[in-house]
């Protein structure tokens, strides 16, 4: 249980062009979801989260306005790199939160992740 | 602020071995430390919660350890195989909240 499906696994885009990333939850529901960043040998950065029904609260420095995060339903948030340029080249990971369960509600389920090259 | 910081970066062990890799973290007031697993370009795997309640949890053979006092975590592995070669990170909550704190990670690389 507490499978988190992210999609696609791997994209090349051009610069300038936008890209979607999903974020599923496939067998729970989940209230919270975050999204984070792993540049080449450093640690995951958490850029936002994403609260279902509401807009997601960013971390210092990451603009809101081109990372469009969307979690419209309890087990789907989507990240969009708007107008991605080749510093956003990365490893971009979500996590879902289990709702509901006190004992779980702050275990966060990983899903495989996202590279995202722009040429 | 939380922040997270993993020691040794890499570590290179023959196969048997017990290892033991080392984390710590500044914000006393952690409500979870966890333990991942993420092989190269893949994911993380989730390998270990403490809770701030407890001081330490065992799954096979691995133990991991959790001292708020001394803002320290142990990754305990015993008998290590070849198939334990991967990046290990640690994670800790930050001003109680749920956001994780990743630090930098270890590479470990066990050798047949």
């Known amino acids: 249980g507490a499978v988190v499906s992210q999609h696609p696994s791997w994209v090349i885009c051009k610069s300038g062009t936008s890209v979607k990333i999903e974020c599923r939850s496939l067998d729970f529901q989940a209230t919270t979801m975050f999204w984070y960043r792993q540049f080449p040998k450093q640690s995951l950065m958490l850029m936002a989260t994403?609260?279902?029904?509401?807009?997601?609260?960013?971390e210092q420095g990451v603009e809101k306005d081109k990372f469009l995060i969307n979690h419209a339903s309890l087990t789907l948030s989507t990240l969009t790199v708007t107008s991605a340029h080749p510093e956003d080249s990365s490893f971009y990971i979500c996590?879902?939160?289990?709702?509901?369960?006190?004992?779980?509600?702050?275990?966060?389920?990983f899903g495989a992740g996202t590279r995202l090259s722009v040429l | 602020k939380q922040e997270v910081t993993q020691i040794p970066a890499a570590l290179s062990v023959p196969e048997g071995e017990n290892l033991v890799l080392n984390c710590s973290f500044t914000?006393?007031?952690?409500?979870?430390l966890q333990w991942f697993r993420q092989d190269p370009g893949k994911g993380l795997t989730s390998l270990l919660l403490i809770q701030s309640s407890q001081r330490e949890q065992t799954s096979g053979r691995l133990n991991a350890s959790l001292d708020k006092s001394s803002g320290r975590s142990t990754l305990y592995i015993a008998a290590s195989q070849p198939g334990d070669s991967a990046t290990y990170l640690c994670?800790?909550?930050?001003?109680?909240?749920?956001?994780?704190?990743f630090g930098k990670g270890t590479k470990l690389t066990v050798n047949p």
């Open positions: 914000d006393s007031a952690i409500y979870n």
């Open positions: 996590s879902a939160r289990l709702a509901g369960l006190r004992l779980a509600k702050n275990i966060q389920y």
């Open positions: 994670a800790g909550t930050q001003g109680g909240s749920e956001k994780l704190v």
């Open positions: 994403s609260n279902e029904g509401s807009k997601a609260t960013y």
